[in-house]
């Protein structure tokens, strides 16, 4: 996928996109995720793409992430909801889960809004899998998800997340 959006761009403008890689080891699995700006574009405000990677062992797939529109912010196309950060816990009998913490780069009210969420939170299983698909971003269900993970103590002292996005 990576390779095809690079292509796409690179054949638009002849120049290709500026793409991080970020790693984050999380027990026996190792994620990679690549975000990209389009090329010529100065700050970022978001990416333009991601793309999340699982590697367990010599096995390798592509992770799931949120979906949502891209927008057009100052003039560059990005993505409207993205992961800016990460981490990786621990919970019951040394299950471990990535935490990732989305973003979202279109104002609330705004069309593609994200619900009216600017930051929220999302967990990954160690086969790549959201472990909280029909779970409310915050509130009492959440809590008891993270209480029957065995998370609720690492996410009430605070975790130290790893920026994806710089």
């Given at each position: ?54 590697r367990?062992?010599?096995?390798q ?25 990460w ?36 967990l ?5 899998r959201?472990?909280?698909?029909d ?26 997340m790893?920026?994806?996005v710089?």
């Amino acid at each position: 996928m990576i390779y095809a959006v690079a292509l796409a761009l690179a054949s638009a403008g002849n120049a290709s996109p500026v793409t991080q890689i970020e790693t984050l080891h999380c027990g026996a699995v190792e994620y990679r995720m690549a975000s990209g700006a389009s090329p010529g574009e100065a700050a970022p405000l978001a990416p333009a793409f991601q793309t999340l990677i699982r590697r367990a062992g010599v096995k390798q797939d592509h992770g799931q992430l949120e979906r949502g529109p891209s927008v057009v912010i100052r003039g560059h196309r990005v993505l409207a909801r993205y992961v800016s950060s990460w981490a990786c816990l621990t919970g019951h009998h040394q299950t471990h889960y990535a935490l990732l913490a989305y973003a979202c780069s279109v104002e609330p009210g705004a069309e593609h809004d994200c619900g009216g969420e600017k930051e929220w939170f999302r967990l990954l299983d160690t086969r790549g899998r959201f472990v909280d698909p029909d779970v409310p971003h915050d509130g009492p269900q959440r809590e008891r998800l993270y209480a029957r993970l065995g998370i609720t103590a690492a996410m009430a002292g605070g975790v130290k997340m790893t920026p994806v996005v710089r």
